[in-house]
T-cell receptor
């Protein structure tokens, strides 16, 4: 299957700093990428939909100024957590769907464990 | 709002037995469903999918059943193995857009 690479897999940062997470589709082009957040023993909650060349669409309750998303190419989307606080500590996961293919599964990255201290 | 949910949060199964994981969805417009497996500390892994014009689909050791009348989805795993221990999520989408995930079922395989 298609490969989505997410980097870094783990990051620890201090409160008030910013962290950037990258999501790359390695062997296919992805017009649309999705960013999820997952707290322990909970399901994946969609944060935003990232569209190449346009502004991301954020889900209700997600602060767009805090979670900056950039989708500059068909193979790369980035999520920047700005001014991180301990409550932002979570597992962040991206996914991508292949361009031009309808009703296909989304491929997921391996996730990024963010710990804010 | 409408969402996808799971009936049981945990499932303990004896190695070699069959597992059945259930999922209820409420969005009648959903037309594509996927089962994912997530191991600890990893991203979801695709298991099997089914479109709304089907009611059954089989893969290797897995079968997905879709009952649109009652908006119910199930995943059957045959001859469950220790490596099947994980959290299983169903996900649905309408009009080929974003996925909505259910709460997840933790499957534990007993040796």
């Amino acid at each position: 299957g298609a490969v989505v690479s997410q980097h870094p897999s783990r990051v620890i940062c201090k409160s008030g700093t910013s962290v950037k997470i990258e999501c790359r589709s390695l062997d296919f082009q992805a017009t649309t990428m999705f960013w999820y957040r997952q707290f322990p023993k909970q399901s994946l909650m969609l944060m935003a939909t990232s569209n190449e060349g346009s502004k991301a669409t954020y889900e209700q309750g997600v602060e767009k100024d805090k979670f900056l998303i950039n989708h500059a190419s068909l193979t790369l989307s980035t999520l920047t957590v700005t001014s991180a606080h301990p409550e932002d500590s979570s597992f962040y996961i991206c996914s991508a769907r292949s361009t031009g293919r309808l009703n296909t599964e989304a491929f997921f990255g391996q996730g990024t464990r963010l710990t804010v201290v | 709002g409408e969402s996808v949910g799971l009936h049981l949060p945990t499932l303990s199964v004896q190695e070699g037995d069959n597992s059945i994981i259930n999922c209820a969805y409420s969005n009648s417009a959903s037309d594509y469903f996927i089962w994912y497996k997530q191991e600890s500390g990893k991203g979801p892994q695709f298991i099997i999918d089914i479109r709304s014009n089907m009611d059954k689909r089989q893969g290797q050791r897995v079968t997905v059943l879709l009952n649109k009348t009652v908006k119910h989805l199930s995943l059957q795993i045959a001859a469950t193995q220790p490596g099947d221990s994980a959290v299983y999520f169903c996900a649905e989408t309408a009009n080929d857009y974003k996925l909505s995930f259910g709460a997840g079922t933790t499957v534990t395989v007993r040796a």
